[in-house]
């Protein structure tokens, strides 16, 4: 059984930089298109972040240039290095394998960018 688990999550000042983790087990995570969602209060969940299994990544117009999307084969884990946040940042965020369009969701990890 797949299974996907977040961490890292956490309170940042705004300015400030947060890496989260993603590690998938019961799975090779080369067989998985890999992404990053995001879940504001009272929102809707939406991607950020996408890891294709060929191609290049694709990131969110309001995170292009501040989030970056990292996967190590060899940890079966992805990352998302998150600089300088926004308060919008705020949001649950989750990670998602999809593998010919059965999908796996982790339990989410909670970000909150305030001073």
């Known amino acids: 059984q797949v299974q996907v688990v977040e961490s890292g999550g956490g309170l940042v000042q705004p300015g400030g930089s947060l890496r989260l983790s993603c590690v998938v087990s019961?799975?090779?995570?080369?067989?998985?298109?890999m992404s990053w969602y995001r879940q504001a209060p009272g929102k809707q969940r939406d991607l950020v972040a996408r890891y294709p299994l060929t191609g290049s990544r694709i990131y969110a117009d309001a995170v292009s240039g501040r989030f970056t999307m990292i996967r190590e084969i060899a940890e079966n884990s992805v990352y998302l290095q998150m600089n300088s946040l926004k308060p919008e940042d705020t949001a649950v965020y989750y990670c998602?394998?999809?593998?010919?369009?059965?999908?796996?969701w982790g339990q989410g990890t909670e970000v909150t960018v305030s001073s």
């Open positions: 998602n394998a999809d593998f010919l369009g059965e999908e796996v």
């Open positions: 019961g799975s090779s995570i080369n067989r998985y298109v």
